[in-house]
Nanobody, 123 residues
Framework: QLQLVESGGGLVQPGGSLRLSCAASGFALDEYAIGWFRQAPGKGREGVFC????????NYADSVKGRFTISRDVAKNTVYLQMNSLKPEDTARYHC????????????????WGQGTQVTVSS
């Protein structure tokens, strides 16, 4: 059974850092693309970053450029989202999702989603 489990969220002050983890089971990272998405209260879901099955990285949100990075550990079957210089507007529930097509560009269909982890940036 394919499963994604996020962790690493929490409350952090503006300017702080967090690293989110997305642990995958039931499939290998070289089979699927993994995307990170976020949704703030009252707002639509926003794509943040994606890493393809080959390890190619795509940034979906200009607002996080230079502050967030995505990486993966194939041996641990885990994808990470490193978030630095956090701002209050980064407050959201962060989800990872898997796309069976393996790519992050074009018509990407994310078939599997994790439950998410809450990130709150506040002083």
């Amino acid at each position: 059974q394919l499963q994604l489990v996020e962790s690493g969220g929490g409350l952090v002050q503006p300017g702080g850092s967090l690293r989110l983890s997305c642990a995958a089971s039931g499939f290998a990272l070289d089979e699927y693309a993994i995307g990170w998405f976020r949704q703030a209260p009252g707002k639509g879901r926003e794509g943040v970053f994606c890493i393809s099955n080959s390890g190619a990285i795509t940034n979906y949100a200009d607002s996080v450029k230079g502050r967030f990075t995505i990486s993966r550990d194939v041996a641990k079957n885990t994808v990470y989202l490193q978030m630095n210089s956090l701002k209050p507007e980064d407050t959201a529930r962060y989800h990872c999702a898997a796309a069976g097509g393996g790519t992050c560009r074009g018509r990407v269909r994310y078939d599997y989603w994790g439950q998410g982890t809450q990130v709150t940036v506040s002083s």
